[in-house]
């Protein structure tokens, strides 16, 4: 699989402190340096108990787990607009017990036009590179920030899926297209991958994908 990244990484996070070795399937596993083998919990950085010592939570098993974990230490709430993911992403948070701390809610824009009217996309972008583009992704990871407000507060981190799942093309793109969009207090960028497989496998990496690049700019 091939990606690209239209700017400048938002965090300076060591990609090897969160990417542990690979499985017999050739998948990356989460690593957590403070995982307790003997009692078989994980410490979440920065969390303390009354006494002094660090909080003790369940195994961190995934990137979503880590990214609670991240968002939580950094005092950040997250909102999530997807397109070809279809809310794959926004489940694979809240999956982790204690999400909704942090998380603030999703959008699935699939129509085109929900892109603009729900997440602010500039329609003039849409009609000339239509859905599939790095700064439609990156317009509705900054766009959701507004869109799942409490309170008029915006979400500090926007995050975004588009992109062509197949099986066929509907502007001539390359099945397996996927831009991924982040927004942070820190700035924004996009990814930008081409992945393999049929359908499913694309919106199913391109939901692992988005977790692990959000972590990584954190």
Known sequence: ?????????????????????????????????????????????????????????????????????????????????ESLTGGLVAASIVDVAGASTVFQGGIVAYATPLKASLLGVDPELLAAQGPVHPEVARQMAEGVRAAVAIG???????????????????????????????????????VSLQLPGNRSQVRQEATRRALRALLEAL
Not at 18 to 34: E, K, M, R, Y
């Open 152 to 190: 008029g507060v915006r979400a500090h981190v926007g995050l975004s899926t588009t992109g062509i799942a197949g099986p066929d093309s509907p502007d001539g793109q390359p099945v397996g297209t996927v831009h991924v969009g982040i927004s942070t207090p820190l700035g924004s960028r996009v």
């Open 1 to 81: 699989m091939n990606s690209g990244d239209s700017s400048a990484p938002l965090g300076a996070t060591d990609p090897a402190s969160v990417v542990g070795p690979a499985d017999t399937s050739g998948h990356a596993l989460s690593f957590d340096p403070d995982f307790d083998d003997q009692h078989g919990t994980t410490v979440v950085p920065g969390r303390a108990n009354d006494d002094g010592r660090r909080a003790r939570r369940r195994p961190v098993t995934s990137d979503a787990d880590w990214l609670v974990a991240r968002l939580r230490e950094l005092g950040w709430t997250l909102g999530v607009a």
